[in-house]
């Protein structure tokens, strides 16, 4: 089964956020399930210079956007056993940030033209095209309109992941005509139509044979008014070829037992290391090092979405509480102000780094006892994965993907990984954090529930598996 999967960013060559992450670990799962997964993304980094050598030009050729004709320099790579084909066109990708740009609607018109016209120079023919998000959202309709008569094209499926409902790729009508070579009888007919604009993110669930998006909570949930984002309605139109699938984490990068980041490597029988871990990060941060002080931390965009009112809300009782808060962020400048008051309010409990930081991420999920992601909606999270793998025991508001990974510890019944609350409200958040903070005094119970979190199945196999049973299904049709 070949799988061309499409996206505008994929570590390690680029990255703004968690669909960069899958775009790297899901085709690498995939090839080990015997899937010929290749990725195209839009080039739009340098290469360094150890991998500059194994960089192989395929060709180069002209594409339509509308009356242009744009060039495309196509070239491919192998890293960690994966093909990549790069887009490459300086006009379009060559700039400061990939999104936000005035002609964000002719560049990625340009880039999903492109994908599609390169399937001609590649030796690989793709049974599916997996695409990711808004900007790839006119694959489809770009397929069944210009390519479908050509017998390389004819029977290719699609199967489209929404990463994140809320962004959504919204232009004027006259894009149509304009950038994608089209009629306005695709405007009056419906499928791309919205709010008097054509959307590339309603034509991407319109157009495509299937549509995944990142949790089975998630998947639920934005076909409600209150997640749906204005498409809930078309979402439950769809809902028979609409499945939530939960990402997985890479476990190449995220292993506290390698972690090159961090200063004592453990694994679930050598809790007492974790414990060094958190004893150097007391130490670095200037806070009190003692390891009997319950360390809470959150590593998080400071944005909205991520429950940060709560926290606003209930921070002079948090700050009550026998225990130590680190915050790494940036984002909103009300949050970062805000950390940054209770910061100097409560010097010797809070720390707020207010910066961008993987190493020191990674030092935090291996030191940190409890970590706190309340969000208001979160299509997936990876930051309570990550804290589960490093025995950094969760509190999760119930929503999305925290719910699907994260179960609540149930004392009598022995079971569960975390801790969670079901309604966005900070007492709710606040009872959680007590019982905790509370929890950790009894520390069997607490390194059990520890080493039930660290065995979590937060690997990429299992979420593999269902993507190829979508594959196999759109292809059977
Ligand atoms: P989202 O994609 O909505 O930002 P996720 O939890 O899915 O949220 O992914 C966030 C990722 O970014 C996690 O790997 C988290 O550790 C990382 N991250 C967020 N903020 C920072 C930061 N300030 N420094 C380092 N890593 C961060």
């Known amino acids: 089964m070949n799988v061309l999967f499409v996206a505008s960013e994929a570590v390690p060559f680029s990255k703004t956020g ?4 899958v775009a790297f670990a899901l085709p690498k799962a995939l090839r ?6 290749r990725v195209i993304i839009s080039k739009t980094f340098d290469l360094p ?3 500059e050598k194994s960089e192989n030009h395929l060709s180069h050729f002209y594409v339509d956007v509308g009356w242009r004709k744009q060039y495309v320099g196509l070239s491919e790579i192998e890293y960690d056993g994966v093909p990549y084909y790069f887009i490459d066109n300086e006009y379009y990708f060559k700039r400061d940030g990939l999104y936000g740009h005035y002609d964000d609607g002719e560049k990625f018109s340009y880039f999903c033209r492109s994908v599609l016209e390169s399937i001609r120079y590649m030796d690989f023919k793709p049974d599916v095209i997996h695409f990711n998000d808004w900007h790839t959202g006119m694959i489809p309709v770009l397929l069944n309109e210009h390519y479908r008569h050509d017998e ?25 005509s304009d950038l994608l070579s089209m009629g306005h009888d695709h405007y009056h007919s419906g499928g791309m139509e919205f709010h008097g604009g054509v959307s590339f993110m309603k034509s991407g669930i319109n157009f495509a044979d299937a549509i995944t998006t990142v949790s089975e909570t998630y998947a639920k949930e934005i076909q409600y008014p209150f997640f749906g984002e204005r498409l809930d309605g078309l979402l439950r139109h769809r809902d028979h070829d609409l499945y939530g699938i939960t990402n997985g984490l890479d476990h190449d990068i995220y292993d506290p037992r390698k972690d090159p980041h961090i200063i004592k490597k453990y694994d679930t029988r050598g809790l007492k290391k974790k414990r060094e871990n958190k004893l150097h990060l007391q130490k670095e941060l200037g806070l009190e090092v003692n390891e009997n002080k319950p360390m809470m931390a959150m590593v998080t965009r400071l944005a909205n979405m991520k429950g940060l009112d709560l926290i606003e809300h209930v921070m002079d009782e948090i700050m009550g509480l026998d225990m130590q808060f680190v915050v790494l962020g940036t984002g909103e400048p009300h949050y970062e102000k805000m950390m940054q008051y209770y910061q100097s309010k409560y010097p010797d409990k809070l720390k707020a780094e207010i910066q961008f930081n993987a190493p020191l991420a990674h030092q935090i999920y291996a030191a940190a006892d409890i970590f706190l992601m309340p969000s208001l909606f979160e299509p997936c999270g990876l930051g309570q994965q990550i804290a589960l793998r490093y025995g950094t025991l969760p509190i999760v508001r119930e929503t999305g993907g925290l719910k699907d990974t994260v179960t609540p510890y149930n004392a009598f019944e022995d079971e569960g990984n975390g801790f969670s609350f079901a309604n966005y409200n900070a007492h709710e958040m606040l009872h959680s954090i007590e019982r905790a903070v509370d929890l950790y005094r009894d520390r069997r119970a607490w390194n059990k529930l520890v080493q039930r979190a660290m065995k979590s199945d937060t690997s990429w196999k299992n979420s593999a598996k269902k993507y190829i049973d979508i594959y196999e299904n759109v292809m059977n049709r």
């Open 18 to 21: 968690g669909l960069a992450d």
């Open 49 to 51: 210079e150890r991998l």
């Open 152 to 176: 390389d094209y004819k029977d290719i499926k699609t199967v489209y992941t929404i990463h994140n409902l809320k962004y959504q790729g919204v232009f004027g009508p006259d894009i149509l």
């Open 32 to 37: 080990k399930e015997n899937v010929d997964a």
